[in-house]
């Protein structure tokens, strides 16, 4: 996982030029690039941040390099920043998954409030998947017994209802929470409530 | 083969010596031999001398309808007439040879005749035509005659001292018989008409036959000593006739004169015959030319009144005005159409001046056209547009005006310049806008980079703003003035958007037409032509109809530009507009030049242009336009003309609202 990063796509250089020295002055990390074209070239999905790019360039436009980064099934934010701001633009920008839309020229509070946010958006969903892949990682470790009681405990049954419905004892299902619990590393019923939800939608293998 | 050809060879021969001209020879031979007979008078020095000579007339009759061709019959005639009137004998060598050369004169001038359309196909009309005919007939015959002299003096027959005086009587004879019968019965055409003339004036008409015989019986019925001292007394009733009746009735009165007075003086011959000769000739020529006037006379009235009754209908149909205006000034005639024009409902008022309808009108100039002011006779004015042209020198009395009401015409103009009017408005906004939208893109890059290298200097400053609070607020109050220029030329361009854009069914058709009518004197100045097809029934795309029609303005401008820079003969522009449920297209090609490939990606850029005085913005405007209404406006080479053709798309539903 690499720093997140504001990537910025323009034809302009000196609209370029400022706009990272402005950024980087904010205290964030910018990288330049003068056309879309050159932005998938060099693309790596280890990279977080955002993509800050302009609408109207030679070669492919904003909107254009938004639908190829979509197609490719990249995440990164995208904002669109446009010398040319009108609605049906801004729509089309907005309707194609940028999470923001900005004219030219832009205050910076305003540009460097979009950029943080979306760079915490693109941390989230990062954060997202990782939870994802440890939450699976986790319910790997169960075993049978461990996962029909974390199973039945998130339908919301109790300890007796659990023993009955599983022939066993209260006193086993509570031995059997105990362990379960350790493995996933819940503190509360809650987490248990939760994680016992997600694995409700993947069935153990 | 040869059967076949030697068939073939006589057929055009039978059919030209047909039956009926055989037997019309026979007629005629008979006839002549008969004429003879009963116009010989006396022996005049052997030579067969008449008053007159009907036989002359009746040989060119005959050689006239059959063809001079026929010539051999009349040498036989004649013959034949010598021989049996009188008595001359078979065997003479010189009988035969005046035969001859009397067949051979006729038959020359019924060929001259024929050349100049005096034959029966052509009845004589005119004076002209009687003329000449008389001249052709006296030039010819004074020919004949000498001829017949000679022959006669050479054969020793008549002593030379004889022969100038055997000479105008043989001529004269001859002459009268030609010219009274020759036109008289040549021309069947206007005895057609006889029957009837005879039912409607039969009492007229025995009067003038009574007349006629009168006449002889006073010429003749005197003691012979007296005789032809009344002969002018005959001019009475030929002249009347020929007046009252034309060509046909003069030729027969003198015909009818003429056999009354050869059977006056069977019995006892006046003296001297040439005197009773020349009074028949000018009798002849008298009726033949009188005739001639009078029938050429009746003519001319007749085609006079055809002529008037035309221009009469023509005159009460014309929806234009038409006013005949006198050399004082004065209206002469007005037909129904100006008299409504200027309100004269109860007829045209007598001295009605020119100057009362049409008050600012100047008859100077001998042919003109001009748009004024037409008063009519309540006081109220109209537009009217005026022509006039002065009459010709025979009848130069004054002018003819047409006055045609002008209002319609200025009010259909004044439309059609509002029109215009509104298109240059819309276009002339549009333009502003487009300009003010690509100003703003332009320097919208520069001024972010502006703002964003303020704000960086703000940061980088800080460490000495602390110290310097001037050099804070000094670099903000820059970066807000750069914000400033930014906002100016956002509301410049908002206030130009396409936001007032109307959205309706357009009829493309309609759109179409309006916009080819107004460029239809650019293409005429051009010498181009514009074609358009409009394929089957055409949707109406929800569209803005003014926008649309700017649109097309803009396309066909360069097209008309395009073409008028083509070396090309013809310079042909075509407008396609078809389209189905989901949408309809307009593409307009033409034959020019076509768009250098380098031009071709950025046509429709702002600025890109390659007229020497063009902005470089219509392509772009109208590419905005078309989009707002959720369509596309492409480019692409023309196959069929070689040169550039333009493609609007418009869905039929809009554009997709979300």
Same mark, same amino acid.
């Given at each position: 996982?690499?720093?997140?990063?504001?990537?910025?796509?323009?034809?302009?250089?000196?609209?370029?030029?400022?706009?990272?020295?402005?950024? =980087?002055?904010?205290?964030?990390?910018? =990288?330049?690039?003068?056309?879309?074209?050159?932005?998938?070239?060099?693309?790596?999905?280890?990279?977080?941040?955002?993509?800050?790019?302009?609408?109207?360039?030679?070669?492919?436009?904003?909107?254009?390099?938004?639908?190829?980064? *979509?197609?490719?099934?990249?995440?990164?934010?995208?904002?669109?920043?446009?010398?040319?701001?009108?609605?049906?633009?801004?729509?089309?920008? !907005?309707?194609?998954?940028?999470?923001?839309?900005?004219?030219?020229?832009?205050?910076?509070?305003? !540009?460097?409030?979009?950029?943080?946010?979306?760079?915490?958006?693109?941390?989230?969903?990062?954060?997202?998947?990782?939870?994802? !892949?440890?939450?699976?990682?986790?319910?790997?470790?169960?075993?049978?017994? &461990?996962?029909?009681?974390?199973?039945?405990?998130? /339908?919301?049954?109790?300890?007796?209802?659990?023993?009955?419905?599983?022939?066993?004892?209260?006193?086993?299902?509570?031995?059997?929470?105990?362990?379960?619990?350790?493995?996933?590393?819940?503190?509360?019923?809650?987490?248990?409530?939760?994680?016992? *939800?997600?694995?409700?939608?993947?069935?153990?293998? | 083969?040869?059967?076949?050809?030697?068939? @073939?060879?006589?057929?055009?021969?039978?059919?030209?010596?047909?039956?009926?001209?055989?037997?019309?020879?026979?007629?005629?031979?008979?006839?002549?031999?008969?004429?003879?007979?009963?116009?010989?008078?006396?022996?005049?020095?052997?030579?067969?001398?008449?008053?007159?000579?009907?036989?002359?007339?009746?040989?060119?009759?005959?050689?006239?309808?059959?063809?001079?061709?026929?010539?051999?019959?009349?040498?036989?005639? =004649?013959?034949?007439?010598?021989?049996?009137?009188?008595?001359?004998?078979?065997?003479?060598?010189?009988?035969?040879?005046?035969?001859?050369?009397?067949?051979?004169?006729?038959?020359?001038?019924?060929?001259?005749?024929?050349?100049? +359309?005096?034959?029966?196909?052509?009845?004589?009309?005119?004076?002209?035509? $009687?003329?000449?005919?008389?001249?052709?007939?006296?030039?010819?015959?004074?020919?004949?005659?000498?001829?017949?002299?000679?022959?006669?003096?050479?054969?020793?027959?008549?002593?030379?001292?004889? @022969?100038?005086?055997?000479?105008?009587?043989?001529?004269?004879?001859?002459?009268?018989?030609?010219?009274?019968?020759?036109?008289?019965?040549?021309?069947?055409?206007?005895?057609?008409?006889?029957?009837?003339?005879?039912?409607?004036?039969?009492?007229?008409?025995?009067?003038?036959?009574?007349?006629?015989?009168?006449?002889?019986?006073?010429?003749?019925?005197?003691?012979?000593?007296?005789?032809?001292?009344?002969?002018?007394?005959?001019?009475?009733?030929?002249?009347?006739?020929?007046?009252?009746?034309?060509?046909?009735?003069?030729?027969?009165?003198?015909?009818?004169?003429?056999?009354?007075?050869?059977?006056?003086?069977?019995?006892?011959?006046?003296?001297?015959?040439?005197?009773?000769?020349?009074?028949?000739?000018?009798?002849?020529?008298?009726?033949?030319?009188?005739?001639?006037?009078?029938?050429?006379?009746?003519?001319?009235?007749?085609?006079?009144?055809?002529?008037?009754?035309?221009?009469?209908?023509?005159?009460?149909?014309?929806?234009?005005?038409?006013?005949?205006?006198?050399?004082?000034?004065?209206?002469?005639?007005?037909?129904?159409?100006?008299?409504?024009?200027?309100?004269?409902?109860?007829?045209?008022?007598?001295?009605?001046?020119?100057?009362?309808?049409?008050?600012?009108?100047?008859?100077?100039?001998?042919?003109?056209?001009?748009?004024?002011?037409?008063?009519?006779?309540?006081?109220?004015?109209?537009?009217?547009?005026?022509?006039?042209?002065?009459?010709?020198?025979?009848?130069?009395?004054?002018?003819?005006?047409?006055?045609?009401?002008?209002?319609?015409?200025?009010?259909?103009?004044?439309?059609?310049?509002?029109?215009?009017?509104?298109?240059?408005? $819309?276009?002339?906004?549009?333009?502003?806008?487009?300009?003010?939208?690509?100003?703003?893109? &332009?320097?919208?890059?520069?001024?972010?980079?502006?703002?964003?290298?303020?704000?960086?200097?703000?940061?980088?400053?800080?460490?000495?703003?602390?110290?310097? &609070?001037?050099?804070?607020?000094?670099?903000?109050?820059?970066?807000?003035?750069?914000?400033?220029?930014?906002?100016?030329?956002?509301? !410049?361009?908002?206030?130009?958007?396409?936001?007032?854009?109307?959205?309706?069914?357009?009829?493309?058709?309609?759109?179409?037409?309006?916009?080819?009518?107004?460029?239809?004197?650019?293409?005429?100045?051009?010498?181009?032509?514009?074609?358009? +097809?409009?394929?089957?029934?055409?949707?109406?795309?929800?569209?803005?109809?003014?926008?649309?029609?700017?649109?097309?303005?803009?396309?066909? @401008?360069?097209?008309?530009?395009?073409?008028?820079?083509?070396?090309?003969?013809?310079?042909?522009?075509?407008?396609?507009?078809?389209?189905?449920?989901?949408?309809?297209?307009?593409?307009?090609?033409?034959?020019?030049?076509?768009?250098?490939?380098?031009? @071709?990606?950025?046509?429709?850029?702002?600025?890109?242009?390659?007229?020497?005085?063009?902005?470089?913005?219509?392509?772009?405007?109208?590419? =905005?336009?078309?989009?707002?209404?959720?369509? &596309?406006?492409?480019?692409?080479?023309?196959?069929?003309?070689?040169?550039?053709?333009?493609?609007?798309?418009?869905?039929?539903?809009?554009?997709? /609202?979300?």
């Amino acid at each position: 996982m690499s720093a997140p990063t504001v990537f910025v796509v323009d034809d302009d250089a000196a609209v370029r030029d400022a706009l990272s020295l402005l950024i =980087s002055l904010k205290g964030l990390r910018v =990288s330049t690039f003068s056309c879309g074209e050159d932005f998938l070239a060099v693309y790596e999905p280890r990279w977080r941040g955002c993509l800050l790019t302009d609408l109207q360039m030679p070669g492919i436009s904003g909107l254009e390099l938004q639908r190829q980064l *979509a197609e490719r099934g990249i995440t990164l934010p995208v904002i669109v920043l446009t010398a040319h701001g009108d609605v049906a633009t801004a729509r089309a920008a !907005l309707k194609s998954g940028a999470v923001d839309f900005l004219e030219k020229p832009v205050d910076d509070d305003v !540009l460097i409030d979009v950029l943080e946010n979306a760079i915490r958006v693109d941390e989230e969903r990062y954060r997202a998947q990782a939870l994802e !892949l440890h939450v699976s990682q986790r319910l790997e470790r169960l075993t049978a017994r &461990e996962r029909d009681v974390l199973l039945l405990l998130s /339908e919301g049954l109790q300890h007796r209802e659990i023993a009955a419905r599983l022939a066993i004892s209260p006193r086993t299902v509570e031995v059997y929470k105990a362990r379960m619990m350790e493995k996933l590393q819940c503190r509360t019923l809650a987490e248990v409530v939760r994680i016992g *939800a997600e694995a409700r939608l993947r069935p153990a293998q | 083969m040869t059967q076949f050809t030697s068939a @073939a060879v006589p057929a055009p021969l039978l059919g030209r010596w047909n039956y009926r001209s055989w037997a019309a020879a026979a007629a005629y031979i008979a006839l002549y031999v008969l004429c003879d007979w009963l116009s010989y008078v006396q022996p005049v020095l052997k030579l067969g001398i008449t008053p007159w000579n009907p036989q002359a007339g009746l040989t060119l009759i005959f050689l006239l309808t059959v063809g001079p061709q026929w010539l051999g019959c009349t040498a036989l005639a =004649s013959f034949l007439a010598e021989l049996l009137v009188r008595n001359a004998s078979p065997t003479s060598l010189l009988v035969l040879a005046a035969s001859v050369w009397i067949a051979l004169g006729y038959g020359g001038l019924a060929a001259l005749l024929r050349h100049w +359309h005096l034959d029966h196909h052509h009845p004589i009309r005119t004076t002209a035509a $009687a003329a000449k005919f008389a001249g052709a007939c006296v030039g010819v015959t004074i020919v004949i005659a000498a001829g017949y002299v000679v022959l006669f003096v050479a054969s020793g027959v008549l002593p030379p001292e004889h @022969a100038l005086r055997a000479l105008p009587k043989l001529l004269i004879g001859d002459l009268t018989g030609v010219l009274t019968l020759t036109p008289l019965l040549v021309s069947t055409r206007p005895w057609g008409a006889a029957p009837s003339v005879w039912r409607q004036h039969h009492w007229q008409l025995l009067g003038q036959l009574a007349v006629l015989i009168l006449s002889v019986w006073l010429i003749f019925g005197l003691p012979v000593t007296l005789q032809l001292r009344f002969f002018y007394l005959a001019f009475v009733p030929v002249i009347w006739i020929s007046l009252r009746w034309g060509l046909p009735g003069g030729l027969l009165a003198t015909l009818i004169l003429q056999v009354g007075l050869i059977i006056a003086v069977q019995d006892e011959t006046p003296s001297p015959l040439i005197d009773l000769q020349f009074l028949m000739l000018t009798l002849s020529l008298t009726a033949l030319l009188l005739g001639a006037a009078v029938t050429e006379r009746a003519g001319v009235l007749q085609r006079v009144a055809m002529r008037e009754a035309e221009q009469r209908a023509l005159l009460t149909m014309s929806p234009d005005g038409v006013l005949a205006i006198d050399a004082h000034g004065r209206v002469r005639m007005a037909n129904p159409a100006a008299l409504e024009l200027f309100g004269a409902g109860g007829g045209l008022a007598a001295a009605t001046s020119l100057r009362e309808w049409l008050p600012d009108l100047t008859l100077q100039e001998p042919v003109g056209r001009a748009t004024l002011q037409g008063r009519r006779t309540d006081g109220r004015n109209f537009t009217a547009d005026i022509a006039w042209a002065r009459l010709d020198p025979p009848a130069n009395a004054g002018f003819m005006v047409t006055v045609r009401d002008a209002t319609e015409r200025l009010r259909l103009q004044g439309e059609a310049r509002e029109r215009d009017a509104g298109v240059a408005r $819309a276009m002339r906004f549009a333009v502003a806008g487009e300009l003010a939208s690509a100003l703003a893109h &332009e320097l919208n890059q520069p001024i972010t980079a502006l703002v964003s290298y303020l704000r960086a200097s703000d940061i980088l400053a800080a460490p000495f703003s602390r110290e310097n &609070e001037r050099l804070k607020t000094t670099l903000g109050k820059a970066a807000h003035e750069a914000m400033r220029a930014s906002e100016v030329l956002r509301r !410049l361009r908002d206030f130009y958007r396409t936001g007032t854009l109307k959205r309706e069914p357009v009829h493309l058709p309609t759109v179409c037409g309006s916009v080819a009518v107004a460029f239809q004197d650019r293409l005429r100045r051009a010498n181009a032509s514009l074609v358009t +097809h409009m394929g089957g029934p055409l949707p109406m795309p929800q569209a803005d109809a003014m926008q649309l029609e700017i649109v097309l303005h803009n396309l066909l @401008a360069n097209a008309l530009d395009a073409v008028c820079h083509s070396t090309k003969a013809r310079r042909r522009i075509e407008l396609h507009v078809g389209g189905d449920a989901e949408e309809v297209f307009l593409r307009i090609e033409d034959c020019g030049p076509g768009v250098a490939p380098d031009l @071709a990606g950025k046509l429709f850029e702002p600025f890109v242009t390659n007229k020497p005085d063009g902005m470089g913005l219509g392509l772009a405007i109208s590419r =905005s336009f078309i989009r707002a209404s959720g369509g &596309e406006l492409t480019f692409e080479p023309s196959g069929r003309l070689g040169g550039a053709c333009f493609v609007v798309r418009i869905p039929t539903r809009g554009p997709a /609202e979300s």
